[in-house]
């Protein structure tokens, strides 16, 4: 039984797609549409740069979705992929909803430009922070973030459930690093400073997730076939009804990876195919649940052996 997983943001690279788009009209025409609803060229920031503006969050979001969709697009082209799920990790899980058919890919990318320019705007520059913790459990790092907010008072709280000893936190400096601290006493083997431009996943973003809902609001979305397996909940979601407050609730909750991993398995998933620029996820499912079979489709090289995964995991 097949999965299909789609990356989060620091997935981007200048390039991404341009080859396969090259050589495929239906990844074109995703490129395509996509400058069209943004009313910009989206297409050539992914193919040509300049790096410092692909970097931009509100720009960020939509490219790493718009490769990946047409990445997809080019892999459906080929053989029929008929997923049993689809899941993403943060951004990622819009990408999964346009996978499913539950969100256009017009909507889809006006919703993560605007999601990326409230995300930015809702810390001020240098009042938040993101660290990997490694060599960890997840309930150690809680219990440092726990002791961080009684030290300093301030905000840290887990944001990225991603590996079984990899956890990211996220909050207001001082805590973050105060977390840091008490984790490298707990026995975390290091602690990271991520060189983000604001704490996600965090109740920070309060601010984001108050602007965003509306617009989730006013976007129609259809019952996504194959179900989303959410970052919220970590559980497979068909109804329509429920995406406008699971990807709310999005910004502000941790994404647990981990546990969206192991439900995937416990569903009876046997195989994981990551489409989109970047192979991170391929290596956080290795670390999660060594026994899963996966691939990755992240350019027009990868696209044969993708073809031959999707047809011997279905």
């Known amino acids: 039984m097949l999965a299909l997983l789609f990356p989060g943001q620091g997935s981007q690279a200048v390039g991404m797609g341009r080859d396969v788009c090259e050589e495929s009209p239906a990844a074109r025409a ?22 410092a503006e692909l970097l931009r969050t509100e720009i960020q979001q939509p490219a790493i979705l718009t490769t990946s969709i047409a990445l997809l697009r080019a892999l459906e082209a080929r053989v029929a992929t008929r997923p049993a799920f689809v899941a993403g990790h943060s951004l990622g899980e819009y990408t999964a909803l346009v996978a499913a058919g539950a969100f256009s890919l017009e909507d889809a990318v006006r919703l993560v430009h605007a999601r990326g320019r409230y995300m930015q705007e809702a810390v001020p520059a240098g009042r938040g922070a993101m660290a990997a913790v490694l060599g960890l459990d997840p309930a150690a790092v809680e ?31 001082a805590a973050v ?11 975390a083997r290091r602690t990271q400073p991520l060189a983000v431009s604001a704490p996600f996943h965090c109740p920070l973003m309060a601010p984001a997730a108050d602007k965003l809902g509306p617009e989730l609001a006013s976007v129609v979305a259809r019952a996504p076939e194959p179900p989303v397996v959410g970052n919220v909940e970590a559980e497979p979601n068909a109804d ?60 027009l090289d990868d696209l044969p052996r993708a073809a031959e995964f999707v047809s011997a995991a279905r």
Do not use: K
């Open 240 to 299: 329509p009804g429920r995406i406008p407050d699971l990807l709310r609730r999005q910004l502000t909750s941790p994404v647990r990876f981990v546990e969206m991993i192991g439900r995937l398995r416990s569903l009876g998933v046997t195989g994981v195919l990551e489409v989109g620029p970047g192979r991170v996820l391929g290596g956080l499912v290795a670390r999660i649940d060594g026994d899963l079979a996966r691939a990755n489709l992240a350019g």
């Open 30 to 51: 995703v490129f395509d549409a996509a400058d069209t609803a943004l009313g910009f060229g989206l297409s050539r920031l992914c193919f040509e740069g300049p790096e």
């Open 177 to 187: 690093e105060a977390a840091c601290a008490r984790a490298r006493e707990a026995g």
């Open 143 to 173: 219990a440092a973030c726990a002791a961080a907010r009684e030290e300093t008072g301030g905000i840290v709280t887990p944001a990225n459930y991603n590996a079984p000893q990899q956890t990211v936190v996220a909050g207001e400096v």
